[in-house]
């Protein structure tokens, strides 16, 4: 597809299991991020990668999240035992931006996965 | 860490007339700012890009200035339509990384 594209776009899980959120970037971009959203506030950067490689996991709150990207296109952002507070949509966004080269290039987000801890 | 601050009020428009939307941030001046809309149930778009060395930059009926002494961004909609209802994000990049961090958005209604 021309845009960025995550799935599920809704996913409920009990508090405790592990999840996977999937994310296509635009086919060419090598800058890949992941970003949190919950009610009301804006997106709360996780991670961001350039390539296959985590070139920045400032964001990422705590050890139970982690994300690939093992072949420098499509991406997973992984959930170990969820709590509630996990609750919030996940956005994932690519850019054409090198790494090199300027770096405000525009972001291009997908609709995001509403994840729901139970 | 670097903030930033956005009217978290909703601001009421009527049809025509033009929306004025404020972004600041604390400590030194990112290298750029970008402005982004969301609609409910959607992520973010791209709308307008600002450098630290720049003071406005227009696109058809937006504008968006750069005030590094006030250490604030505003964003004006022209002659706005009910279609501009959303929320509208402000976001700074620093210079080193490739990050963007967000403001909470300030959601608009433009009212026929």
């Known amino acids: 597809g021309a845009g960025v594209s995550q799935t599920p776009s809704n996913k409920v899980t009990e508090k405790g299991k592990y999840v996977e959120l999937r994310c296509d970037p635009i086919s060419g971009h090598t800058a890949l991020y992941w970003y949190r959203q919950s009610l009301g506030q804006g997106p709360e950067f996780l991670i961001y990668?350039?390539?296959?490689?985590?070139?920045?996991d400032s964001g990422l709150p705590n050890d139970r999240f982690f994300a690939v990207r093992p072949e420098g296109s499509v991406s997973t952002l992984k959930i170990q035992r969820t709590e509630r507070g996990d609750s919030a949509v996940y956005l994932c966004?690519?850019?054409?931006?090198?790494?090199?080269?300027?770096?405000?290039?525009?972001?291009?987000f997908g609709q995001g996965t509403r994840l729901t801890v139970v | 860490s670097q903030k930033i601050e956005q009217n978290s009020e909703a601001l009421n428009i009527q049809e025509g007339k033009t929306a004025t939307l404020t972004c600041n941030y604390t400590n030194y001046s990112p290298a750029y700012l970008q402005w982004y809309r969301q609609d409910p149930g959607r992520g973010p778009v791209f709308l307008l890009l600002?450098?630290?060395?720049?003071k406005e930059k227009r696109k058809e009926r937006l504008k968006v200035t750069f005030d590094t002494t006030l250490k604030q961004s505003l964003f004006h909609i022209t002659a706005s339509q009910p279609a501009d209802s959303a929320t509208y994000l402000c976001?700074?990049?620093?210079?080193?990384?490739?990050?963007?961090?967000f403001g909470g958005g300030t959601r608009v209604l433009v009212k026929p």
């Open positions: 976001a700074r990049g620093e210079a080193a990384g490739n990050k963007l961090t």
């Open positions: 990668f350039q390539g296959t490689g985590a070139a920045d």
């Open positions: 600002i450098r630290e060395n720049e």
């Open positions: 966004a690519s850019s054409s931006s090198t790494g090199y080269g300027p770096r405000d290039t525009e972001a291009f």
